[in-house]
């Protein structure tokens, strides 16, 4: 099946977007990008999701003679990506482990023959000998590396076989190369300049800010019931997505939606591919389905009006978080990130890093990642700005997050702090039994649980000097101290212990400024899932 040639070679960028893609002016930043790159320019993009990365180098690919190759992780979109294109009139294909031989040979010659206007790879693909002797014996217009950041190994995304994409510069010295990604800090930005052998190129950064995105960050009580409240109150009949951090979390989450008449439905990586893809196209061409999903789901969706997105768990990383949400909202109207945060999320994450497979190193970069998104869901400044300066750029409070909507109101936590530290401290010393986060909150209200009494813990002198506050006030300072490192979690029994850096509250050197609580929502009725 080959499209009809399009003949665009003597046509310039403008002429290209509307006469193939229909558009009528470039968004930021396309214009000089793809101008750079027609002229035989090496390009490094960032710019964020729903940016207009694809233009960026499917309009070169179109301009220049010989075909744009595309080097992609993105194997399960490949073929959405190329009928999309041929669609359009425009000449594209794929290589990946899907075809067998027979198709992949149709592939090659289609190349060979100039056939073809862009040629989607997978990288693993460009490690064969074979495939570079087929791009030696054809003509390459351009190499564009999408999701780049997948070459860096501090990153979130890491993909060993991007590393060997270093090596196209030097078997194809003359061919421009394009590498683009919508997730870069300032020093991944560098590492995949490095990795890539782009010292040379260009860099094109655009605002990492999307406007039309509000972000929110609540505390969790019960983040179901919350999650319907949103979906129910702002975002009736809209399309979104729900991410939860275990297969098991998304299959009751779904459950719940569906028994409370919203359509839901579960996407992981353990659900067999007939269902996933089922639910995918489902969620690309229905209205107002909402994908519950780990976040094996979206990388590459091209979704334009998905209304929310919203975190019933801590994603692992501002970069993660920042992908995620990046998600909502692509066609510019308004769009809601909603994350619900709670203690167990802190205790649950930290646990996680502790006993990660991988040397210390990479545990303290986790335990950097999950700090930085510990930050941002602490903050009392605006999180737009925060998240901005996560990636290096500046801002201005938004008006258009909930810290900057509903400014928070802090208090002096200093006292409540020694309290709760002093009270760990004892049980500490005890070390007759573990205790978590809900016992010490029991001794520090006065609740004479079983356990309580069991342990003689009424007996404490700490024993309900804490009563000022209410048992959830409590679990916001307890997780304050912990997203600050004055309080850790041991990660075999979820026991509080102190760090080096409690002490510092316990002498009294320190203020603890922190968070109020906001009011838990009001109860409604709500159906229980099956
Ligand atoms: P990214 O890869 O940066 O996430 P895409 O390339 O998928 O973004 O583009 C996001 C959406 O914006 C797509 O639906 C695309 O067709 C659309 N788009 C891109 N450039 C333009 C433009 N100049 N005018 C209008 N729509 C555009
Ligand atoms: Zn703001």
Known sequence: MTAPALDLHDSDASQVLRRV??????????????????????????????????????????????????????????????????????????????????????????????????????????????TQKLLDGGDVALFAIDEAHCVSQWGHDFRPDYLALSALHERWPDVPRIALTATATPATHEEIATRLRLEDARHFVASFDRPNIQYRIAPKNEPKRQLLELLRTEHAGDAGIVYCLSRSSVEKTAEFLTANGITALPYHAGLDAGT???????????????????????????????????????????????????????????????LAY?????VQLRKLIDTSEGDDAHRRRQSRHLDSMLALCETVECRRVQLLAYFGQEGKPCGNCDTCLTPPESWDGTIAAQKLLSTVYRLDRERRQRFGAGHVIDILVGKKTPKVIQFDHDGLTVFGVGADLSANEWRGVVRQLLARGLLAVEPNHGTLALTEASASVLRREREVPMRREPERVSKTKLAKAA
Not at 107 to 115: H, I, K
Not at 123 to 130: A, C, G, V
Not at 282 to 302: H, K, Y
Request: proline share 3%.
């Open 21 to 130: 893609f229909g558009y009528d002016e470039f968004r930021e930043g396309q214009r000089e990008i793809i101008e750079h790159v027609v002229a035989g320019g090496d390009a490094l993009v960032l710019m964020p999701t729903g940016g207009g990365k694809s233009l960026c180098y499917q309009i070169p690919a179109l301009v220049r003679r010989g075909t744009g190759v595309v080097i992609s992780p993105l194997i399960a979109l490949m073929q959405d990506q190329v009928d999309a294109l041929r669609a359009l009139g425009v000449r594209a294909d794929f290589l990946n482990s899907s075809l067998d031989y027979d198709q992949q040979r149709v592939v090659e010659a289609t190349f060979r023959a100039g056939e073809l206007d862009l040629l989607y790879l997978a990288p693993e693909r460009l490690r064969l000998e074979s």
């Open 276 to 338: 996933r893809a089922t639910n995918q196209a489902r969620f690309l061409r229905e209205d107002g389905v909402v994908i519950v999903a780990t976040i094996a789901f979206g990388m590459g969706i091209d979704k334009p009006d998905v209304r929310f997105v919203a975190h019933l768990d801590l994603p692992k990383s501002v970069e993660g978080y920042y992908q995620e949400t990046g998600r909502a909202g692509r066609d510019g109207l308004a769009s809601t990130a909603w």
């Open 342 to 346: 709670g203690l167990q999320d802190v």
